[in-house]
């Protein structure tokens, strides 16, 4: 059976992003300013993030969003990105399942967080502002967040987790050539990281440590906003982008998932890929399953509690209302990057507890070997983060050779691992292994 793949025309990409919590049948508890408890509202936000995003993060009645016409232009440069039905995949695990990915990697960054960096950088650029920072784990996110600022002419310094840095260095690499100033974190240049590394010098980093230095970095600079890959309302709203072309793309192939399976690290591009499907449950009786897949070894949808708690380890951040390991949980160090960070978005933490989706947690070594068989199959090196969801798609599907079910899976290829080859060499070699959590 040949591949196939679905690709929109340029006049059929979507024009809005969905705001799922216009929809959501309980609405996510409000952030709280930890001084005094009470709901935070945009203006305790806006000193510290683009206007228009706090406006978006805070936004519980507007279903439909619209894109700007200078960011949809950009996406344009690489939208829609294809939905593929992955034969090969089947064929080798002689499923009935249908699987179909969608290919966020196929851009110059390699990822789906250039969604959210295009339009994070227009609104900070459209409201005057010359600098961003920002905090990034693998950096996948400190790439899209430079290239971004480029395109709109803005200045970007980026903290780097150190343990990140040392796994992968070309991702500073990429973000020097774009422009951005790159410091591995925990450092010496802000008073949070002068804190962790006196209380641990060998401290590995954390996007708890990294997000503590670039907020304070933002807070103490002029014309400065910060801005954030994954976690916050805003960012998912802007991948919506992907399910939104995905459901497009899925009747062009004549479907409709029964399961719908992402990587999670925030949830950004598990609710990207989800929310506009979500909302068919919400609104229109559909049944469709939604995993998230977090490592075990991060396991805060399955293991953590839901509860206030700070979004970064200083406790610089509104507490937010999020599915948590605790602020100062410090995760092994697996290869997903991404997926290290300690809680979970406020939305996805609220749909969770209300039974619209549901977390699988995934060994590291069991991710590796997902991989494999989708390069093999596919022809594709998938991000360590993505391989998650990959591994959560394969035991969906040997479920359904056993059943016999003929689901329709779909799941998110958030991105490649070309930059991630020292881990696939570490997994060849014999020498990784799994981190359980305790
Ligand atoms: C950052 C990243 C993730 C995790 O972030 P989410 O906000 O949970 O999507 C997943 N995959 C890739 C490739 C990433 O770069």
Not at 84 to 97: F, G, K, N
Not at 127 to 146: D, F, I, K, P, R
Not at 242 to 251: P, V
């Amino acid at each position: 059976m040949k591949q196939k793949k679905f690709i929109l025309q340029e006049h059929e990409l979507p024009t809005q992003w969905y705001n799922i919590q216009a929809d959501m049948p309980n609405k996510p508890l409000p952030p709280l300013n930890p001084q005094n408890h009470q709901p935070v509202g945009v203006e305790d936000l806006a000193h510290i993030f683009p206007l228009e995003c706090c406006r978006q993060e805070l936004n519980t009645t507007d279903a439909w969003i619209p894109i700007p016409e200078e960011v949809l232009n950009k996406y344009t440069f690489y939208r829609s990105t294809p939905l593929v039905r992955a034969y090969a995949l089947e064929e080798a695990l002689q499923t009935p399942a249908h699987i179909y990915f969608k290919n966020e990697s196929v851009n110059p960054l390699g990822s789906h967080k250039i969604n959210s960096a295009l339009a994070q950088c227009y609104y900070a650029k459209a409201e005057g502002t010359e600098n961003v920072t920002t905090e990034t784990g693998a950096g996948q996110w400190g790439a899209a967040l430079s290239y971004a600022a480029s395109v709109f002419g803005l200045n970007a310094a980026v903290y780097q987790v150190k343990i990140s840095m040392q796994q992968k260095p070309y991702r500073s690499s990429i973000m020097r050539t774009f422009g951005a100033a790159v410091t591995g974190s925990p450092s010496m240049s802000t008073r949070a990281g002068k804190d962790i590394i006196t209380i641990d010098p060998t401290h590995p980093g954390s996007l708890g440590t990294a997000i503590s230095e670039a907020l304070e970095l933002a807070t103490t600079t002029p014309h400065c906003k910060y801005t954030l890959g994954s976690v916050l309302n805003h960012v998912s709203l802007h991948q919506t982008i992907i399910g939104l072309e995905a459901e497009k793309q899925m009747a062009m192939a004549g479907e409709y998932p029964d399961v719908v399976i992402a990587c999670f690290g925030g949830g950004s591009n598990f609710g990207g890929l989800a929310f506009p499907f979500m909302r068919h449950n919400i609104l229109d009786g559909k049944q469709t399953k939604f995993y998230a897949a977090e490592p075990d070894a991060c396991p805060k949808l399955t293991k953590g509690h839901f509860e206030y708690d700070f979004g970064d380890e200083a406790g610089y951040t509104p507490l937010l209302p999020m599915y948590t390991l605790g602020h100062k949980f410090k995760p092994a160090n697996i290869h997903a990057g991404g997926l290290r960070y300690h809680g979970a978005g406020m939305i996805v933490s609220q749909l969770l507890k209300d039974g619209l989706m549901q977390g699988v947690d995934i060994p590291q070594l069991e991710t590796f070997e997902a991989a494999m068989l989708f390069a093999r199959t596919e022809g594709i090196i998938p991000a360590p983060e993505s391989s998650h969801a990959i591994a959560a798609t394969i035991r969906e599907a040997q479920k359904c050779k056993e059943t016999g079910e003929e689901k329709v899976i779909l799941f998110n290829l958030s991105g490649h691992g070309l930059i991630d080859m020292s881990a696939y060499d570490q997994y060849l070699d014999g020498d990784l292994v799994n981190y359980s959590f305790d």
